[in-house]
């Protein structure tokens, strides 16, 4: 069983930067961990997801070029640090946990997900 709890979320104007992070308890072991969003209306996209070997990074198309995922291993920690906002990214951002079967990009390839944090970008 994991555990995951996200942080981190608020409001921020368009142009801005915000940091989320994904805490995890329970077991360490797992393939991925993810970032996905959900707007108003609209269904669960993929964001990001980092290799739980070796760091290797994966991106969806809103986020190339503007957000960074990374990991610290001590702390079971992953963040995605979100630079140049746009309001088109507000939406509720969940972390989830892939144990290794599935695409990282594919919602239904995660096995355990958080309760999801709100990020709002307007002016």
């Known amino acids: 069983q994991v555990h995951l709890v996200e942080s981190g979320g608020g409001l921020v104007q368009p142009g801005g930067s915000l940091g989320v992070s994904c805490v995890g308890a329970?077991?360490?072991?797992?393939?991925?961990d993810g970032w996905f969003r959900q707007a108003p209306g609209k269904e669960r996209e993929f964001v990001a997801a980092?290799?739980?070997?070796?760091?290797?990074?994966w991106y969806g198309d809103p986020a190339k070029g503007r957000f960074t995922i990374a990991r610290d291993n001590a702390k079971n920690t992953v963040y995605l640090q979100m630079n140049r906002l746009k309001p088109e990214d507000t939406g509720v951002y969940y972390c989830?946990?892939?144990?290794?079967?599935?695409?990282?990009?594919?919602?239904?390839?995660?096995?355990?997900w958080g309760q999801g944090t709100q990020v709002t970008v307007s002016s």
């Open positions: 989830a946990v892939h144990l290794g079967a599935g695409s990282v990009t594919n919602i239904a390839s995660y096995d355990y």
């Open positions: 980092i290799s739980w070997p070796d760091g290797g990074t």
């Open positions: 329970g077991s360490t072991w797992r393939s991925y």
